[in-house]
């Protein structure tokens, strides 16, 4: 997996000088989140499947090509064009929570198999980044643009604006919290160009730019505009394996295992070379190189 994971992660860095495209950087996603499932998976799993952790992991593949080609055929029977993203991502959004009973894991939130992608489809639920790349490469495979927002303490969809060559031409309520309103599919009011997020933690609640910045708020964080940047794959990466050591951690509080150990130190390794390639040079200046970083 570490061999794996550095050739991801490099082949992202060298786009650098350049600024790779949004397909690019969802592949580089997609492979990242089946790269960490595969890290997690314990020798019980392994052994139990005939062809390893490949299977599982193609499995994974062809779940999210079948919600894809639903999620298509869905927009088609809508008259729904991939220019609306908002609508679309409603839709979705229905067919995940609504049909399929996607929930965010209250009970359980810091479990770390909230955070991976095997056990996500398998359970139906899930913390706010995992949901929000699960919708991201569902969107994806239908050629809808949608953004990963890293609000403080919080992820959400983001729907990119007119701005950005987007068509969101949808309407998404005011107000917060339960009585949050839904997407009118057919109220065409809103200003076009007002940023719309999705709480898909949350149901699919639509969020003002003032919801996100309460988000924010509630969280000690003075409001920046870069909290509504979208992460890059990278760095939803980088997040998603902070998560999970925060996870490990708390199991670590409740008492210590060899098996727990080797789990943390798989995904210490992967954090550190995902971090080591935000910086020219990291490698050099800590006399770290990737073919001396043990195998996980």
């Not at 998603?240 to 199991?251: A, E, G, I, R, T």
Request: net charge negative; charged share 20%.
């Amino acid at each position: 997996v570490m061999n794996e994971w550095h050739t991801l992660i490099h082949s992202l860095s060298l786009t650098l000088a350049g600024t790779p495209s949004y397909t690019e950087d969802v592949q580089v996603l997609e492979k990242g989140i089946l790269l960490l499932a595969k890290s997690q998976m314990d020798i019980d799993t392994i052994v139990s499947c005939r062809d390893g952790p490949e299977r599982i992991l193609n499995h994974v593949i062809s779940q999210l090509d079948d919600i894809g080609q639903q999620f298509q055929q869905r927009l088609n029977d809508n008259g729904i064009t991939t220019t609306k993203t908002l609508q679309a991502v409603t839709i979705l959004n229905d067919m995940l929570v609504e049909e399929m009973g996607f929930e965010g894991n209250l009970a359980d939130y810091y479990n770390v198999s909230n955070s991976l992608i095997d056990v996500v489809l398998q359970s139906r639920k899930g913390i706010p980044i995992t949901f929000a790349v699960l919708y991201k490469c569902i969107c994806h495979r239908v050629g809808i643009q949608v953004d990963i927002i890293g609000l403080p303490g919080h992820v959400v969809l983001g729907i990119p604006s007119l701005g950005r060559g987007e068509n969101n031409d949808a309407h998404g309520g005011g107000g917060g919290g339960q009585g949050q309103a839904r997407l009118n599919l057919f109220d065409e009011t809103e200003n076009e160009s007002t940023p719309k997020f999705v709480d898909v933690f949350s149901g699919g609640q639509i969020l003002s730019l003032e919801e996100c910045q309460s988000i924010a708020a509630s969280y000690g964080h003075p409001w920046r505009d870069e909290f509504i940047r979208p992460l890059t794959a990278t760095e939803a990466l980088s997040r998603m394996l902070n998560n999970v050591m925060s996870c490990y951690s708390k199991q670590f509080e409740l008492g210590k295992s060899a098996k727990l150990a080797l789990s943390v130190e798989k995904v210490r390794a992967l954090s550190m070379v995902t971090q080591l390639h935000y910086t020219p040079h990291a490698y050099m200046l800590l006399e770290i190189w990737p073919e001396r970083i043990p195998l996980v």
